[in-house]
């Protein structure tokens, strides 16, 4: 299986800061990347897929980049409805993996 | 407005059975692969099992293959996951999920989970 590694784990952060969030794959996955929001109690939504693409209806304070075994999504602005988890995932196969998650914490 | 209503979880001992049931609407429901994710208290997204949209192709993860199996009624736009000979290590909130095809797509809309505990 192909492992992701997501970094960091939790992040600290102020309303209006720039935020990047890291995600690592054990093998190159093209773009086969997508990127999800979670909030406590809620289901995960999808805001970034094939790497760089935005979801419709997602603000445009969120992007993402990278191919091959390095992506980033960035926040270009911190909002307070951004405070949450976000996780990475492949989707090179059937076989789907997920980063760790990364806690959006309010510092 | 996509749903994904999941049901079917409860507390079950060691050994036992459960079948979970992901009722979806506002989507042509047998044109989209479905899956199973779970998470582990405290823990990350594992990927259970998928189903590709006519039901004749299925994927499961090794940690739950040979006791679960995933099956879908288009007719009743229904997702179930049959789960057997539970271990304690099952227990998570279970997600299903929508996409265009089971690989080379992400998950368009997830439900809000349902919590199956395995204890004795």
């Known amino acids: 299986d192909i492992q992701m590694t997501q970094s960091p784990s939790t992040l600290s952060a102020s309303v209006g800061d720039r935020v990047t969030i890291t995600c690592r794959a054990s093998q190159s996955i093209s773009s086969w990347l997508a990127w999800y929001q979670q909030k406590p109690g809620k289901a995960p939504k999808l805001l970034i897929y094939q790497a760089s693409s935005l979801e419709s209806g997602v603000p445009s304070r969120f992007s993402g980049s990278g191919s091959g075994t390095e992506f980033t999504l960035t926040i270009s602005s911190l909002q307070p409805d951004d405070f949450a988890t976000y996780y990475c995932?492949?989707?090179?196969?059937?076989?789907?993996?997920f980063g760790q998650g990364t806690k959006v914490e309010i510092k | 407005e996509v749903q994904l209503l999941e049901s079917g979880g409860s507390l079950v001992q060691p050994g036992g059975s459960l079948r979970l049931s992901c009722a979806a609407s506002?989507?042509?429901?047998?044109?989209?692969?479905m899956s199973w994710v779970r998470q582990a208290p405290g823990k990350g997204m594992e990927w259970v099992s998928a189903?590709?949209?006519?039901?004749?192709?299925?994927y499961y993860a090794d940690s739950v293959k040979g006791r679960f199996t995933i099956s879908r009624d288009n007719s009743k736009n229904t997702l179930y996951l049959q789960m057997n000979n539970l271990r304690a290590e099952d227990t998570a909130i279970y997600y299903c999920?929508?996409?265009?095809?089971?690989?080379?797509?992400?998950?368009?809309?997830w439900g809000q989970g349902t919590l199956v505990t395995v204890s004795s």
């Open positions: 506002g989507f042509i429901f047998r044109s989209y692969a």
């Open positions: 999920a929508n996409a265009k095809s089971i690989a080379a797509r992400p998950f368009d809309y």
């Open positions: 995932q492949q989707y090179n196969s059937y076989s789907r993996t």
């Open positions: 189903i590709s949209g006519s039901g004749g192709t299925t």
